[in-house]
T-cell receptor
Framework: GQQVQQSPTSLVLQEGENAELQCNFSTSLNSMQWFYQRPGGSLISVFYNPSGTKQSGRLTSTTVIKERRSSLHISSSQITDSGTYLCASASSGSWQLIFGSGTQLTVMP | EAAVTQSPRNKVTVTGGNVTLSCRQTNSHNYMYWYRQDTGHGLRLIHYSYGAGNLQIGDVPDGYKATRTTQEDFFLLLELASPSQTSLYFC???????????FGEGSRLIVV
């Protein structure tokens, strides 16, 4: 089945710096989502991006199917961006999402 | 935006105890899910349902039962709670399989 690897495991930035989060998949994928989890809190969908590039404000997601990877770019990071970012993917022929273990982002003032 | 509400938010029970976690979604989504989140394991699917009266087994179903009583309500039951079930539980819904998931706020369960 699908396995999802996220990197880095944790990341500390100064406010204003950019962040690049990576997600790699073991098999071909047909669904790909990024979620943001507040410290100790709920998960919020950030992107549904099975292929190509999508942008929302300071966030950009790029999924390259043939390379089995997706990235989340955060530009001009803010303290409120701190939290955990999880990616999830379903392999071809399946709908079930498999989650990565997340990247814990800390943005310092 | 979809609204998914879980209760209780926090629960402490003893080993062997009986626990019911409740979830209600108000966007008429077909699919509902129960996940558990543990350090080092990410989110793992326990049970899911694609409609009232339907129940499907996820990846880690042992020790859990679930019931979808209505389109809106999905319950997770632990009839003989064990310390290994100490976890953060999330309910989620989606319009159909493979669509964007909408999560509840989570229910933290501690089994002592």
């Amino acid at each position: 089945g699908q396995q999802v690897q996220q990197s880095p495991t944790s990341l500390v930035l100064q406010e204003g710096e950019n962040a690049e989060l990576q997600c790699n998949f073991s098999t071909s994928l047909n669904s790909m989502q990024w979620f943001y989890q507040r410290p100790g809190g709920s998960l919020i969908s950030v992107f549904y991006n099975p292929s190509g590039t999508k942008q929302s404000g300071r966030l950009t997601s790029t999924t390259v199917i043939k390379e089995r990877r997706s990235s989340l770019h955060i530009s001009s990071s803010q303290i409120t961006d701190s939290g955990t970012y999880l990616c999830a993917s379903a392999s071809s022929g399946s709908w079930q999402l498999i989650f990565g273990s997340g990247t814990q982002l800390t943005v310092m003032p | 935006e979809a609204a998914v509400t879980q209760s209780p938010r926090n629960k402490v029970t003893v080993t062997g105890g009986n626990v019911t976690l409740s979830c209600r979604q108000t966007n008429s989504h077909n699919y509902m899910y129960w996940y558990r989140q543990d350090t080092g394991h990410g989110l793992r699917l326990i049970h899911y349902s694609y409609g009232a009266g339907n129940l499907q087994i996820g990846d880690v179903p042992d020790g859990y039962k679930a019931t979808r009583t209505t389109q809106e309500d999905f319950f997770l039951l632990l009839e003989l709670a064990s310390p290994s079930q100490t976890s953060l539980y999330f309910c989620a819904s989606s319009e159909n399989s493979g669509n964007t998931l909408y999560f509840g706020e989570g229910s933290r369960l501690i089994v002592v």
